[in-house]
């Protein structure tokens, strides 16, 4: 019992100080943007291309900044996971390309999917992490693209991908 209480009231205070690191400033999104995708599907050579500045004072002096990549889907989406190729591109032109399996639910004893993410009256929304720790080469505008990866020619069920981007700034530095 004692124990339960402990992990309780370290949960509590983990989300007080979350909280409160939020309210001051010291973690920052820095950027956020959905697209929406057509009514009638994700088509496979469709790439989502999403533009941002990151926060240099983040980059010079933080812990790094990080990527997450956010989806919102139908409830009788067919598939647990959503594999994506993201390919992003620095002012410099440097470039780079990872191909992530997006795990969207996990299969319970019954075969029923488990929809990670929050629910809605009509669909889930999910965001997870993509990258953390960045330390961005430069100033200027990047780019990022996201494509689905399932073999689909036109995949349905997945409404919006997004983009979240941002930063923690150390103390003293805002």
Known sequence: MAAGRHSSVRAAACGLLLAALTATGCMSRNYMEMYDLPEVGWAQDQSVVFTFRPDSV????????????????????????????????APDKRFWTDTVDFPLATLSENGAYRWAGRSYSNHYDITRRYRSGIRYSGNGEYALSVRQLTG???????????????????????
């Open 152 to 174: 689909e020619d036109t995949l349905r069920g997945i409404l919006s991908v997004g983009v979240v981007a941002g930063g923690t700034h150390p103390a003293g530095m805002r």
């Open 58 to 89: 983040a980059t010079a002096g933080g812990e790094g900044q990080w990527i997450d990549i956010t989806v919102r889907h139908r409830a009788d989406f067919p598939y647990a996971d959503l594999p994506l190729e993201i390919k992003g591109v």
